[in-house]
């Protein structure tokens, strides 16, 4: 089991910056990906940045494109959301999540894959 912990989380003004970061201990290296989640009340969680674990290729949802980043520092073990100009629209509570499966393509944004969930952390973006 890979227990995760967001940090980072905050409010900001529309155009603003946040890094949210993720800490996976446990089984952490049988993991393949690890993603980032957001969900607002009302609405769907989405997924919006995940990485491979090995090699560093990432996806991204078409709503953060150029304006996120997801990355990795292998040495601490920590995966890391960089968010730049955010939007209203942004707001919402962040997850971290890991899968044990190996992926490509949309299926690393879904949520199905993902067995192991951080507890969240809050983004309010206001304008």
């Known amino acids: 089991q890979v227990q995760l912990r967001e940090s980072g989380g905050g ?13 996976p ?6 993991s393949y990906y690890v993603a980032w989640f957001r969900q607002d ?3 769907e969680r989405e997924g919006i940045a995940a990485i491979r674990r090995s090699g560093g290729l990432t996806y991204y949802a078409d709503s ?13 073990n920590m995966v890391y959301l960089q968010m ?10 962040y997850y971290c999540a890991a899968s044990p499966r190996d992926m490509y ?3 690393t944004l879904s949520d199905v894959p993902y067995t192991s969930w951080g507890q969240g ?6 304008s």
């Open 11 to 23: 409010s900001v003004l529309a155009g603003g910056s946040l890094r949210l970061s993720c800490a």
């Open 25 to 30: 201990s446990g089984h952490a290296y049988s």
């Open 41 to 43: 009340p009302g609405k």
């Open 64 to 76: 953060v494109k150029g304006r996120f980043t997801i990355s990795q520092d292998n040495a601490k």
């Open 84 to 93: 730049n100009d955010l939007k209203p629209e942004d707001t919402g509570l």
């Open 105 to 107: 393509g949309s299926r």
């Open 121 to 126: 952390t809050q983004v309010t973006v206001s």
